[in-house]
């Protein structure tokens, strides 16, 4: 267990947990009921049952993956490569991964690369969720989480987001939060065989709404379906 011994040799694993999403307005009820959402920094392990998950679910996320164009160079994305080049990156504070677990199932991933420190301190975000649990809320809840947890000191300054135009499930999560949109990217990422454009959307630590993101979905929520007051009962910490 390499990568974890490395990983996380100076700090815990950043993590957010919320419990009963659904009365919260978070999320959607469903045949999968939900009982805590939590997002959790990723371990070797984690990336391996996620690369499972994302198996299990290709039909689903294939239209959106990025893979490296004819004539360029490639990385070596084997699993095992991939994980080792992560850690280096965590390590460096150049790389942030979270599984997103309903209750005790991983059923998607948030993660911040392209991580540029120094005068920037930015990253760009992206995310999928497995079929199942899509169009509940869950994913925009998972990015949420990891907005608070991210934007500002010591972490990111500022996060932006790219989504294909096509991608309508995808773009209505920025939307929902409220990021500020930046403009049409052409030729951003290869996609699917195709350089594909991209709108862009992005956040500073000086745009993060009162309370944070979380409670400006539960807010939101609130308006919209008139919910009681009360706890939003969710809390940060290291596992």
Known sequence: MLYERLTFL??????????????????????????????????????????QVRADNYRWLSPWEANAPD????RDMDLEAFIR?????????????????????????VSIGDVALGASHSGNLGYWV???????GVITAAVAMVLDLCLGSPHLHRVEINVRPENKASLRVVEKLGLRFEGCKRGFYYIAGNWADHLGYAATAEEVPQ????????NRARFRGGLSRGSHGFSEGGF
Not at 71 to 74: I, T
Not at 130 to 136: L, N
Request: aromatic share 10%.
């Open 130 to 136: 497995s079929e199942e649990y899509s169009g509940r």
């Open 85 to 109: 080049r992560s850690a280096r990156l965590v390590r460096k504070g150049m790389y942030y991964s979270f599984g997103v677990w309903a209750d005790q199932e991983l059923v998607g991933q």
């Open 10 to 51: 100076s700090r815990g694993r950043l993590s957010v947990q919320i419990d009963d999403p659904c009365a919260l307005g978070l999320v959607k009820p469903g045949d999968a009921e939900i009982g805590r959402l939590v997002v959790l920094e990723m371990t070797a392990r984690d990336h391996r049952l996620a690369a």
């Open 211 to 218: 309370g944070g993101y979380v409670s400006f979905l539960i």
């Open 71 to 74: 004539g360029y160079r490639a």
